[in-house]
């Protein structure tokens, strides 16, 4: 068994507040297949499981006690004990009312949903939320099967997962190759809570450019030469499944419109036939290209790019990630046969001095190559490649002569450096149209550094600051 159906294999812990006998049951028929439920149907013994057991997650309903005025929204109150425990608070309640979901959300409730709005399918709904919810299980994945200690990474993929993966919000996955993709969708798709047979990956290059529409939509017999018999595309083929399609910078144009108009409609015919078919997908993609250069060249669709890319989630290369270098081959010596033992030297110059262009698939290949050293391994011994000249990031700050003199004069290196943070903020804003989001996660900066540095800046053009030629 693989690790990660060792992760999924566990069950979840949900607390269920919930004086509705019928929907408590329905709730947890559906949901006992993946989670511990325990059910609490009053305000106090909500309390008392808070204070006795550990949760993953609780779901609140906000009228314990129907017909009695004075325990209207009595559900409120267990939302700040419920965080205290450390566990997610999700409200689930029949009140459909913006003033008392503001009040909630305010309170620290996590997401609200009414009941009538999705009793006949919560799994569809809350299991996503569940999985996501379970710290044990997400820390087993980033620490087990892609292998991470960048927190941005981990949250953009935490949020991705709590919206749920549909036929509608797609969502494409960034980085250069060798960085996991395909782990990360495999991830998603499988924290959604869906099952890994339903679970199909495509990759284009994988396809002559000639042949992508019908390995795609399929093609009826005689359509084309070597079209012997009809065939059945794998977008039909995965009808409700979820479908990674990798290295989508390398479709066809005529193949991005057609489907596109798949994914608008649901619709699609095969090579060489009138007939209009219909199926639906759950669409990952993936690329290592910029798409908006493509389009701005005009060998991508705008209209397109903008149909699968409802979420994004951006991995930067293992150079800007020098923690998981570290950890990445710290875990391959452990596995190695014949075990690998390297010096300090050559220890720290893989960790420290190599950028690894191939990310990670070359740190396994490097690794794989040490097996053949006999004794201990030294710098000398290591391939020589990773000598090779690190790739220094490309940056348009030119240190002038008027900023040396500012540090002279003022001492204040903190200046300097101040400036240099918001040129390349403001630069790399530019490059994604003045979207922080993906401009933070391309720069590797948390969210309230990123806020930080954005406030200064707006300070500075308001009220005027260090000048520099």
Known sequence: ??????????????????????????FIKQAEPFAYINHANSFNKALEAIKNSSYDIAFIDLNLVPNRKETLNEGLKLIEPVL???IVPIVLSSIDNPIIKRRAVDLGAAHYFVKHKIISDFVGHLKSLILA??????NQFFSTVFKTTDFNIVDRFKAIVRGGLN???????????GV??????????????????DFKHISVADFKPELVESELFGHKKGSFSGADQDRVGLLEENNEKTVFIDEIDLLPKTVQQKLLVFLSHGTFSRVGDSKTLRSKIRLITATNQNLEEMIAKNS??????????????TIPPLSHRRGDIEILLNDLLKQSSPEIVLDEGAYHHLVNNYD??????????IVNRLKTIEGKVTLDKLPHEVFATKTKNKSSIRITKSMKDLIARTGKLKDLTEYIEEEIIKETLENYDNKSTPAREALGLSYNKMQAIMKRIDLKTNEGGLNYV
Not at 167 to 177: N, V
Not at 356 to 365: A, P, T
Request: glycine share 6%.
């Open 300 to 313: 991508f669709r705008n209209d397109f790019y903008y149909r699968i890319n409802k979420r994004e989630l």
């Open 356 to 365: 690894y262009s191939g990310n990670v698939r070359e740190l396994q290949s």
């Open 1 to 26: 068994m693989t690790n990660i159906e060792q992760i999924f294999r566990k069950k979840s812990k949900v607390l269920l507040i919930e004086d509705d006998q019928f929907l408590a049951s329905e």
């Open 84 to 86: 205290r425990a450390g």
């Open 180 to 197: 996991g993709k395909s782990l990360l969708a495999k991830g998603i798709h499988l924290f959604c809570g869906y099952s890994e047979r």
């Open 133 to 138: 919810a379970d710290r044990e299980r997400m």
């Open 167 to 177: 036929f509608e919000d797609h969502i494409i996955l960034k980085g250069p190759s």
